[in-house]
């Protein structure tokens, strides 16, 4: 079945410092790919996607790109701000509805 | 537009009793699909309504089951609560399901004591 891989977490950097989140999928077939990032006591916020292969999908400076070749929509974003300290989940949307990771908690000190 | 709302925020039971927990779904929105959260297990998916048919459904005991009105809104109940029943549960909307982008609303946080 369908499965998705994240980075073990969490993980804390300091303001203005470069993220990378890693995600790597399985999957039969042309998967849609998510990042949703979920804050303390709310549920899930789409933060970003892309439905196939090269796309690049990007929002409040983050950006992932559906690598086929290396089945991979890893997330990144240039300075991270204290207001991004937040859990990110990355996903897959097929007929079934989504697959999840586990999810990585990222804490941003000033 | 509205985004998907879940009633009630929070809940406690306790074992043995039973729960039902409510979804709106953004407005037209015909697919409601709805996830357990735990701190083990992570976000598991339980069943997706389409146009009042339950059209998959994840892998959870028959305790839990659905339904979904003529309006697109959801319901899940939660049969003979187990302590193991505690977490978040989270209704998303989609337009037509499948591969569409789903919107989640806050979650139902229940306690089952």
């Known amino acids: 079945g369908n499965s998705v891989t994240q980075m073990e977490g969490p993980v804390t950097l300091s303001e203005e410092a470069f993220l990378t989140i890693n995600c790597t999928y399985t999957?039969?077939?042309?998967?849609?790919l998510f990042w949703y990032v979920q804050y303390p006591g709310e549920g899930l916020q789409l933060l970003l996607k892309a439905t196939k292969a090269d796309d690049k999908g990007s929002n409040k400076g983050f950006e992932a790109t559906y690598r086929k070749e290396t089945t991979s929509f890893h997330l990144e974003k240039g300075s991270v701000q204290v207001s991004d300290s937040a859990v990110y989940f990355c996903?897959?949307?097929?007929?079934?509805?989504?697959?999840f990771g586990k999810g990585i908690t990222l804490s941003v000190r000033p | 537009k509205a985004g998907v709302t879940q009633t009630p925020r929070y809940l406690i039971k306790t074992r043995g009793q039973q729960v039902t927990l409510s979804c709106s779904p953004i407005?037209?929105?015909?697919?409601v699909s709805w996830y357990q959260q735990t701190p083990g297990q992570g976000l598991q998916f339980l069943f997706e309504?389409?146009?009042?048919?339950?059209?998959n459904k994840g892998n959870f005991p028959g305790r839990f089951s659905g339904r979904q009105f003529s309006n697109s809104r959801s319901e899940m109940n939660v049969s003979t609560l187990e302590l193991g029943d505690s977490a978040l549960y989270l209704c998303?909307?989609?337009?037509?399901?499948?591969?569409?982008?789903?919107?989640f609303g806050p979650g139902t946080r229940l306690t089952v004591l």
């Open positions: 998303a909307s989609s337009s037509s399901g499948g591969g569409d982008t789903q919107y």
């Open positions: 999957a039969t077939g042309y998967p849609s």
């Open positions: 996903a897959l949307s097929d007929r079934d509805g989504l697959t």
């Open positions: 407005s037209g929105h015909r697919s």
């Open positions: 309504y389409f146009s009042e048919t339950q059209r």
